[in-house]
């Protein structure tokens, strides 16, 4: 015997789900906007010469600055 119904779990999905989605927006509304040109230019590299990006990853992580 069942205390609950499946019905339930529609609601607390619903709100897991809009919890995750307020989260997502709170960080990207709360980040450090001055890194997006360092992040552009990493994923720029990255992708135009992924073998050495290794070696060049520690380079854009000393120029990020803390949130």
């Known amino acids: 015997m069942s205390y609950f119904s499946w ?3 529609y609601v ?3 709100a897991i789900l809009g919890l995750a989605i ?3 927006a709170f960080r ?3 980040r450090n906007r001055r890194n997006d040109a360092i992040t552009e230019q990493a994923t720029r590299e990255e992708y135009r010469h992924p073998d ?3 070696r060049t990853e520690d380079e854009f992580r000393k ?3 803390p949130s």
């Open 28 to 30: 990207y509304y709360t």
């Open 22 to 24: 307020a989260y997502g």
């Open 12 to 14: 607390v999905g619903a």
């Open 7 to 9: 019905e339930v779990l």
């Open 63 to 65: 120029q990020v600055r």
């Open 52 to 54: 050495r990006y290794d």
